[in-house]
Each structure stands twice: as structure tokens, then as C-alpha cells.
């Protein structure tokens, strides 16, 4: 018995033992409603405050059982009812237009504005371009070819000898021959047909001084000159009304150049020498030729009679 009550008293006296008269947790805060903006101590026992269920199987955390993953099929499905059930798929892209085509059909503006859309609607080639830049001579068929000349320097064909001679061909038949200089002047090369369009272009626009100038540069290049280029130096001078700067043309040709004039020389000129109202002197220019005058000469002739509102009896 003494050792019984000396094991009863051991525990007793020993404070990790536990206690059936263990006081339990009184709160102290007398309040029995406490604000709710009191910080809780996270480690304390708080018997009265019902614990959140746990989450159940297979939920994303923080979502609503309703917001659960989905299977693939059954959440395609579920996208597909927003669909409207009468949403067209959209039509396939219009094939490029048939430039070439539209060129022959004398729709030059068409194919141009089409050009001007972008490579979906239309993608031209070299050809093509040489087709719409030819079509400029022709006002029914283009309103200006500054239109073209615009989508022509931002092509691939841009540095093309071909099409640029064309251009200058094509401004000068329009009478622009300041656009025609700056098509000439970007070129990263030229050939003789480059300078001929030019000079012939200032000649046929009244601007024979122009087309002078242009030759004597031609001429400081050490150009090989031929028959051609002569002959559109006299229409220069006809236009010009230089009537010694063209017997000086006319005679380096035979002397330094060796170039045997043709009867279309010597037609430039008797109209160098009418167009400058010396139409009797031109009379006696072809009385002194060598050979017999060609009915090419006499019509010449007649045309500058007529111009000036004269006439010569000698012209037969």
C-alpha cells in the first residue's frame, strides 16, 4: 500500500503527466463576440470554429466543382455549341488576274490599278510590263503612264534596258520629256537606243536645243555613232532652226564618221533649211546634188512649200 501511494504521489507531482483536473482553455478576452478584425493566433485551439471540408478528388485548386477538368472530346464538344450551326467558312482567295490578257483587251487601266493592289491580285512579269508600258502611246488605253512608271520602280524589273527605253519612248509620245530625262538618268546603263529615244523624244517635242546638248555628251563618251544617230541630230537641228550647226553635222558625218548619207540625210536637210524659212535655198540645195532628185526630195519639198503658204515652180 505505501508503495502504491508513493506511485500516486510520484504522478501527481510530475507535470507532463496528464491530469483529469487539467484546467481547459478559457479565452481571455471576456467579449463574448470578439471583432473581426482581431488577428487569431494560428496555433490556437479554437473548438467552437467549424473546419472547411476537405476538397475533393480530381478539382482544381481554388474552383468550383463544376470547373472541373474536362475530357478532350467532351470539352470540344462544349466549345462547338457556341459555334453558330450556320457560320460559312471563308471563300477561297480570287486567283491573280490574267494581266496579259487584260492588256490585249485594251484594258490597260484595269491592269494597272490591279498591279497597284499587291502580288494577290496581280504579279506581273517582264513581258507584261513591256505590254502595259508599250499601251502608254495610246491614250484610250492609259490616262498617264506616270501611273506605270510608279509601280515600274518598286518592280523586280527595274534596272531592265528594255523597259526603261520603253518608258522614255512612252513619256516622250506624251509630251513629258522632264519624266522621260529622270527615267534616262537612273538608268544604271544605257545602250545607243537609251540616247536616240532621248534626243529623238527632245526633237519631236520642240526642244531641238535640249537634244543637241544631250549628243555633244554623247558624243564627249566617245560613243560609236552610226547613220541613225545623224539623222535624229538633223531633226534636232530642224526643230532648233540651226542651220549651220547642221551643215556641220551633216559634214562630219562623211568626213570624221565615214558614213555615206542616205537620201534620208539629205531630206533632214532640206528640212533644216525650210523650217528655218529658207525654203529657196533649199530648192537650191537640191539643185546642186549630184544625182537626180528622188520623189522622197520633191515631196519634202512640197510639204515645206505648203507649211509656208508658198509655192516653187522648180520643185519638178
Not at 57 to 73: C, D, E, F, V
Request: glycine residues 4%; charged residues 15%; hydrophobic residues 35%.
Amino acid at each position: 500500500m505505501e508503495q502504491q501511494h508513493h506511485h500516486q504521489q510520484q504522478y501527481q507531482n510530475n507535470p507532463n503527466q496528464w491530469s483529469n483536473n487539467t484546467p481547459q482553455y478559457q479565452n481571455p478576452n471576456p467579449n463574448p463576440n470578439p471583432p473581426n478584425n482581431q488577428w487569431r493566433n494560428p496555433n490556437q485551439w479554437d473548438n467552437n470554429r467549424p473546419q472547411p471540408p476537405p476538397p475533393p478528388q480530381n478539382q482544381w485548386y481554388n474552383q468550383q466543382p463544376q470547373q472541373q477538368l474536362q475530357p478532350p472530346q467532351q470539352q470540344f464538344n462544349n466549345n462547338r455549341s457556341h459555334v453558330p450551326a450556320n457560320t460559312a467558312a471563308p471563300p477561297p482567295p480570287s486567283p491573280p488576274l490574267d494581266l496579259a490578257a487584260l492588256v490585249r483587251d485594251g484594258k490597260a487601266n484595269e491592269a494597272v490599278d490591279a498591279i497597284a493592289q499587291g502580288a494577290a491580285v496581280a504579279q506581273p512579269d517582264l513581258p507584261t510590263f513591256l505590254a502595259l508600258i508599250s499601251s502608254c502611246s495610246d491614250p484610250k488605253h492609259l490616262d498617264h503612264p506616270k501611273k506605270l512608271n510608279d509601280l515600274f520602280v518598286r518592280s523586280p524589273f527595274r534596272a531592265d534596258l528594255r523597259a526603261n527605253n520603253a518608258l522614255i519612248e512612252s513619256f516622250s509620245s506624251y509630251g513629258s520629256m522632264a519624266d522621260a530625262r529622270r527615267v534616262f538618268d537612273r538608268m544604271p546603263e544605257r545602250n545607243m537606243d537609251s540616247w536616240h529615244q532621248m534626243i529623238n523624244g527632245y526633237a519631236a517635242n520642240n526642244q531641238g536645243d535640249d537634244g543637241l546638248q544631250l549628243f555633244g555628251q554623247m558624243r564627249k563618251r566617245g560613243m560609236q555613232l552610226n547613220s541613225e544617230t545623224f539623222l535624229i541630230v538633223l531633226a534636232s537641228c530642224a526643230v532648233a532652226e540651226a542651220i549651220e550647226e547642221g551643215f556641220i553635222h551633216f559634214n562630219s558625218m562623211t568626213k570624221d564618221y565615214v558614213i555615206a548619207p542616205e537620201m534620208e540625210h539629205y531630206v533632214a536637210m532640206i528640212q533644216v533649211l525650210g523650217n528655218s524659212g529658207h525654203l529657196n535655198e533649199a530648192v537650191e540645195y537640191v539643185e546642186k546634188l549630184s544625182f537626180e532628185s528622188s520623189a522622197m526630195v520633191r515631196e519634202c519639198l512640197m510639204n515645206l512649200a505648203r507649211m509656208q503658204g508658198t509655192s516653187s515652180s522648180k520643185t519638178g
